[in-house]
C-alpha cells in the first residue's frame, strides 16, 4: 500500500489575532491507499474542519496536505473541484438528494457535472445502484423511500465512477440502529472491495468498525490506534453503541 493521505503540521485558524479559533491545531496524518479509518471526535473537536481538508472543501491556514501526490493545500476553488471529482466520494448524514429526481437521477446528476456521457452514466447509476441493492427502485423518489434506502442512494452516487477515496461524514446519524447496520455494512463491503475509507463520526459503535481509529480533540489528534476488533458482528454493533 502506497501513502494517499498526508497531512503535515496542517492548522486552521478562524479570525486570527485577539479572538481567533484554531479548529485545527498543527495536525499531522497519514493515510494509505485501502485502509478503512474513522476520526472520531464530539461537537467542536475539529474533526469537521478536518473532513473539509480532507475532502478538499477547505484550505489550511498553514501546513500541507498531499492527496496523491498532489499538493492541494494551496490550489483554487476550480482546482480543488477537480481534484473532489476525481478522488473522493462523498457521504453525507443528510443524504443531499434532490427530491423531485428518482434515485437513478439523483446518481447521474454528478455525472453529467462530470461530463460523462448519457448512456454511460446510466450504466453506471444502474450499476451502484444494484450494488446497494436498490435494483428494484431506481425509479422511486426520495419521498417513497426509506431513510435507509435513501442513504443507499448516496452511497450509490457516491461510488458510482468509482474514487479511490469513500469519504463518509456521520452516515448514520439520521438512521435507526437497522438502518445504522445496514449501511455499515454496506461501507464494509466496499472497504473489502479496495477502497480507502474514512469515516467522521462522534459515535465510538460506529468508530469500532473502522480497522483504525484517530481520535481528535480541540483541534488536535489525541491518539492513533489500530483497532483489533473492526470485524465485529452485528450484535456487537450493538453492544458498541450502548
Known amino acids: 500500500m502506497g501513502k494517499l493521505v498526508d497531512v503535515i503540521d496542517v492548522s486552521k485558524i478562524y479570525n486570527p489575532g485577539e479572538n481567533e479559533v ?24 475539529g474533526k469537521s474542519t478536518l473532513m473539509n481538508m480532507l475532502g478538499c472543501l477547505d484550505t489550511p491556514t498553514s501546513g500541507t496536505y498531499m492527496l496523491h501526490g ?10 480543488q473541484s ?14 443531499n438528494l434532490i427530491q423531485s429526481l428518482t434515485a437513478q437521477e439523483n446518481v447521474e446528476l454528478p455525472l453529467i457535472y462530470r461530463g460523462v456521457p448519457k448512456k454511460e452514466r446510466q ?34 452516487r457516491a461510488i458510482a465512477q468509482a474514487p479511490p477515496i469513500l469519504l463518509a461524514d456521520e ?34 459503535g460506529i468508530a469500532k468498525q473502522a480497522k483504525r481509529i484517530v481520535t481528535i480533540s480541540d483541534g488536535r489528534i489525541q491518539s492513533d490506534i489500530i483497532n483489533p476488533d473492526a470485524d465485529v458482528s452485528g450484535e456487537a454493533y450493538e453492544k458498541n453503541r450502548e
Do not use: W, Y
Open 171 to 204: 452516515p448514520t446519524g439520521n438512521l435507526d440502529s437497522g438502518s445504522s447496520r445496514e449501511i455499515i455494512e454496506i461501507i464494509k463491503n466496499l472497504h473489502k472491495e479496495g477502497r480507502t475509507v474514512i469515516l467522521i463520526t462522534h459515535d465510538p
Open 82 to 95: 477537480d481534484v473532489r471529482n476525481r478522488e473522493i466520494g462523498f457521504i453525507f448524514q443528510g443524504f
Open 70 to 79: 498532489m499538493d492541494v493545500s494551496h490550489m483554487t476553488d476550480n482546482e
Open 123 to 156: 450504466e453506471l447509476a444502474v450499476t451502484a445502484l444494484q450494488r446497494v441493492g436498490l435494483g428494484k427502485r431506481m425509479d422511486h423518489r426520495p419521498t417513497e423511500m426509506s431513510g435507509g434506502q435513501q442513504q443507499r442512494v448516496a452511497i450509490a
Open 22 to 45: 484554531r479548529a485545527l491545531d498543527h495536525v499531522n496524518l497519514s493515510i494509505d491507499t485501502g485502509e478503512f479509518v474513522a476520526i472520531i471526535g464530539q461537537s467542536g473537536s
